[in-house]
């Protein structure tokens, strides 16, 4: 029988659609400026974000990279929660690539405490100091769970960031999902950002692609940082095509996902072995935590039987709800976790 990969939400297969749309792309050089697809999808993205300009860049952390370099001079601070991608799971860029250093604050689901922010903010009057010089939002949180940053937070954070004159960036690999679970409109997550960055290469399915957000003179400087760091990318209005479909196709449905991991989440919450913080299922992201089991043993015993899934610690495993996981391998995913564990009672 077919495995049920609940990995990630990166693990999708172009769908036959985004297949033809990407083979129908008209195509030019995008160093060169003149992909049709690409200046198509920028337009496009940017407009939706309420952002004056875009650019399409291969990854999720190279457009965050590019950006933090954008933002920073070396030396200097980037403030973001402990749990962030930028910090833990981007092989250290920051330091390599822009001469930042990373100031990571405790938080909840990646929920940062305005005060705390404040408290830790680092000025050029002291010699001692790297300077903060921006401060990143992780919206959802990939390691909180797939948990959304209420917008007052961010509220809070920007009139911190307005006080010191300090940028902000958002990290909206899965903004989508935020969007749909809220019905908040994506300029309106946008709007107290200098920087946004997404990703069409999670829940909505596309095979490649990011996209950097901002303002005209930013994403000008972003470009040039873009090709220092390896992501002009010349026919690339083919991977544009499968961004676009997915833009314009699959949005709405990351609500199915949502469904997906709330039941599976409720109905594993009723196994005595496992525990789950139900508030904290938000999205596509149900983080199945363990007191007296081992993750990765766990994880072996789920995949003799066909589900593929990752532990994130010893006593935690992560499972992704996507374009693939329908109601009835919803069900087999449930049905093969009880299986399980009543093998080991
Ligand atoms: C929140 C977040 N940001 C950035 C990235 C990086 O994206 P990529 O894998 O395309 O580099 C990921 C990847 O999963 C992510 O979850």
Known sequence: ??????????????????????????????????????????????????????????????????????HTQPGQEVLCDIGAHIYNFEGGAPAVLSGVQIRPLFSTNGILDPEKIKENLRFDDNVHHAPTALIEVENTHNRGGGTIIPLENIQKIRTIADQYRLSMHLDGARIWNAHVATEIPLNEYARYFESVSVCFSKGLGAPVGSMLLGSISFIEKAKRWRKVFGGGMRQAGYLAAAAEYAFEHHIERLKEDHEHAKYFASELNKLSELSIHMESVQTNIVMIDMDHLSASDLQKRLLAEGLVINPVSPTRLRAVFHLHINDEKTERAISIFQKVLSSIN
């Not at 693990?11 to 049709?36: F, N, R, S, Y």
């Not at 690409?38 to 399409?56: C, D």
């Open 1 to 70: 029988m077919e495995q049920i990969d609940l990995r990630s939400d990166t693990v999708t297969q172009p769908t036959k659609a985004m297949l033809e749309a990407m083979i129908k792309a008209p195509v030019g050089d995008d160093v060169l400026g003149d992909d049709p697809s690409v200046i198509r999808l920028q337009k496009k993205v940017a407009e939706r974000f309420g952002k004056e300009a875009g650019l399409f860049v291969p990854s999720g952390t190279m457009s965050n990279q590019v950006a933090i370099k954008t």
